[in-house]
């Protein structure tokens, strides 16, 4: 059980283009949802938090309007990366938690690779 | 501000032996969770083990343990008959409840593990 999917696995597009990923929570309700980037070889860094139904919070230095994050149901959080430029590049993952008041454990999906032309 | 950290950028074992990784953490919180993840090559974050920080009892899931210090601040992981899929990176985190209602997690910057054939 808890299972978190991404997709896609990895994209590449063009400077200036938009680019969703998509996190599944695929066999609970995740009533919270996290979007980290990793850089290589690097530790994880947590960019915003979203609670279904509610505008996501973001993690300071993070640009709400570049980073665009939905979290429209119980089971789907999709982070947008608005013109996306090379400095963009990296490697997202998602993670999802069942109760936002517990601490309760994130479950992590397998990550998206992101590379800007 | 609460920090992780992960003294040993680097560790190795040989198989079947034993390999503990350390890690400190810093706060003022006397609720929050911490937890081990394991990041092999693949990039899949995977849950290790968890402790709840009221809990005295160290916990323990098979070939992994912790040992849980909370009034030096120090959690630390023990493998145990260390096998060469246990080879990864390992990143120590630390829950915690910021401001409202949702808890985050912050990384400690990773142990790399080596399991030697």
């Known amino acids: 059980g808890a299972v978190v999917s991404q997709h896609p696995s990895r994209v590449i597009c063009k400077s200036g283009t938009s680019v969703k990923i998509e996190c599944r929570s695929l066999?609970?309700?995740?009533?919270?949802m996290f979007w980290y980037r990793q850089f290589p070889k690097k530790s994880l860094m947590l960019m915003a938090t979203?609670?279904?139904?509610?505008?996501?919070?973001?993690e300071q230095g993070v640009e709400k309007d570049k980073f665009l994050i939905n979290h429209a149901s119980l089971t789907l959080s999709t982070l947008t990366v608005t013109s996306a430029h090379p400095e963009d590049s990296s490697f997202y993952i998602c993670?999802?938690?069942?109760?936002?008041?517990?601490?309760?454990?994130?479950?992590f999906g397998p990550g998206t690779r992101l590379t800007v032309l | 501000a609460q920090t992780v950290t992960q003294s040993q950028p680097e560790m190795s074992v040989q198989e079947a032996e034993t390999v503990t990784l350390s890690c400190t953490y810093d706060?003022?919180?006397?609720?929050?969770?911490l937890f081990w993840y394991k990041q092999p090559p693949s990039r899949q974050m995977i849950l290790v083990i968890r402790?709840?920080?009221?809990?005295?009892q160290n916990a323990t899931e098979n070939r992994f343990s912790v040992n849980f210090q909370k009034a030096a601040k120090s959690f630390s992981l023990k493998i145990s008959d260390s096998q060469l899929g246990d080879a990864a990176m390992y990143f120590c985190?630390?829950?915690?409840?910021?401001?409202?209602?949702?808890?985050?997690?912050?990384f400690g910057k990773g142990t790399l593990l080596t399991v030697n054939p």
């Open positions: 993670s999802a938690s069942r109760d936002r008041r517990r601490g309760d454990t994130q479950y």
């Open positions: 066999d609970f309700q995740a009533t919270t």
């Open positions: 979203s609670n279904e139904g509610s505008k996501a919070t973001y």
């Open positions: 706060t003022s919180e006397s609720d929050y969770y």
């Open positions: 402790q709840e920080a009221y809990k005295q």
């Open positions: 985190a630390y829950g915690f409840r910021s401001g409202g209602s949702n808890y985050k997690l912050t």
